[in-house]
């Protein structure tokens, strides 16, 4: 078996819930081709730049981030899991708000109509929004961010295919 | 001579009430608990202020509120404690130079990352989230044992 290196364009297949990566990947590109109902796209408002955990250095904004977290109960024998797909959407300036907020609201609509099935399943189930209040040192406070929650059910292939 | 058959319902209500209040208090101090025991750590590094302290001193939960959606409680810190400045050599502690910094605002800016005005790069330090969801069975369990033990201990009253 050849593993994974690393992830480069078209590497992956998708959809997929066959590893973490391909899961990651999966709720990227349902983001990515999600057309609300007045066509809006998420491409409007943060091009491509939706990344994983953190963006890289120096970011273009306004941009959104992914992040998992994943538990299983007993009950489901570690093969069904609840998922938290916490989704920011972070600008800067604070002028870029209104921004984050309508790429935010395509997140809401794109999360909630969730269901892959094509590769073990996903599906969305309730979600939690907030905008970030201003923030003090530490931070810099020309930042503006909207922070989603999104509680997924996973069945994913990694977990439930044994050879 | 009669049988008189009752509906104990208000009673068992009043029982469970009271009892869901205490398992949900029990409940809210495991996490509370697992809170500040995770904090002992290590937490943020911010360099300002003394981060850390202030804030395993602050968590807190609140009395249990019956809601809509049954009884809640709040475990973190509450709003508008400023966050004090470390003490220079030879002068006392202040209030920090900046009034509107409070301490709930410095843990929300680490739990949520934030772009760091000295590191200059995103930073996070998430540590409320992570111990709420290793917490969680361990919160269920605690929960259920309190819960019975006050049903059990509220039918033998009776």
Known sequence: MTLPKYVVPSSLTLPST???????????????????????????????????????????????????????????????ETAILEVQGVGKPDSQLPLVESAMDIVDQAMTSLTARSSGLIVGRGRTRQTVPQLTDPADSSVVAVVANYELYLWPVVLTSRA | ???????????????????????????????????????????????????????????????????????????????GIPAVAKAKRGKKVSKSATPRTMVGKIALAWEMGHHNLFSRKWERVEIFKPVAIESAKQMVDTYNRVLNRFLERGRAVK
């Open chain 1, 18 to 80: 066959a590893s973490t990566t391909q899961i990651y990947g999966t709720l990227r590109k349902h983001l990515i081709d999600y057309v609300s109902p007045s066509t809006d796209t998420l491409a409007g408002f943060v091009g491509t730049r939706i990344w994983v955990r953190a963006a890289p250095a120096d970011p273009v904004f306004p941009y959104l981030t992914l992040r998992l977290d994943r538990t299983s109960l007993p009950a489901y024998n570690g093969y069904r």
């Open chain 2, 1 to 79: 001579m009669s049988v008189k058959v009752t509906d104990m319902s208000p009673q068992f209500l009043k029982a469970y009430r009271d009892a869901s209040r205490k398992a949900l208090d029990a409940a809210a101090n495991v996490y509370e608990g697992n809170l500040k025991r995770r904090f002992m750590k290590g937490y943020y590094t911010s360099q300002a202020f003394r981060s850390t302290a202030q804030i395993v001193q602050h968590v807190q939960r609140e009395e249990p509120m019956f809601t809509g959606n049954g009884w809640s409680s709040k475990v973190g810190i509450p709003d």
